[in-house]
T-cell receptor, first 116, second 112 residues
């Protein structure tokens, strides 16, 4: 079974631009979560989607948005990029949403975003 | 953002030694998860715990869900060079709306 895939793996953007990152979950998984990882802040939760609905949101500005499609694939968008948005963006998928083993999250390799 | 306190932050050990790390939170969690991350990769789930007091093993790894539900421990026995990496704990509170909170990570380096 294929794992979580994220595209692109690496991206360089200029301050003020916008970017869209893509995540394909493990086949059969319906929940997708996004995280930002930086050396200073560690792993920070961005948002979580299940059945095309945002179920949870972290403490990030409105420039960060996401969506989930009917095939469970998800995208996240960052508008008006700032230097501080440089990070590894990780996507994780799980079977379901809620508690217990169905919620075990499996991570993709991440997209390394560099903002110059 | 909220984070769990994980210790130690880093450790150097000799190959063959046992390793212990722990995670503490000010909040009660219903789920504790332990991940390992290699450079340039996403975290890989090692062990998941769902009940207070639960002790679960995965090969040379053993993790425990603390009785108070505010802490968890991970032990690695007889370390080998491929154990090198960053280990993260993660916790989730009760209710479907609770997000997963990650620890600050423990960087493990094994000296052959």
């Amino acid at each position: 079974k294929a794992g979580v895939t994220q595209t692109p793996r690496y991206l360089i953007k200029t301050r003020g631009q916008q970017v869209t990152l893509s995540c394909s979950p493990i086949s059969g998984h319906r929940s997708v979560s996004w995280y930002q990882q930086t050396p200073g802040q560690g792993l920070q939760f961005l948002f979580e989607y299940f059945s095309e609905t945002q179920r949870n949101k972290g403490n990030f500005p409105g420039r960060f948005s996401g969506r989930q499609f009917s095939n469970s694939r998800s995208e996240m968008n960052v508008s008006t990029l700032e230097l501080g948005d440089s990070a590894l963006y990780l996507c994780a998928s799980s079977l379901g949403w809620g508690q217990g083993p169905s919620y075990e999250q499996y991570f993709g390799p991440g997209t390394r975003l560099t903002v110059t | 953002g909220q984070q769990l306190n994980q210790s130690p932050q880093s450790m150097f050990i000799q190959e063959g030694e046992d390793v212990s790390m722990n995670c503490t939170s000010s909040s009660i969690f219903n789920t504790w998860l332990w991940y390992k991350q290699d450079p340039g990769e996403g975290p890989v789930l090692l062990i998941a715990l769902y009940k207070a007091g639960e002790l679960t093993s995965n090969g040379r790894l053993t993790a425990q869900f603390g009785i108070t539900r505010k802490d968890s421990f991970l032990n690695i026995s007889a370390s080998i060079p491929s154990d090198v990496g960053i280990y993260f704990c993660a916790g989730r509170g009760s209710g479907g709306y609770q997000k997963v909170t990650f620890g600050t990570g423990t960087k493990l380096q094994v000296i052959p």
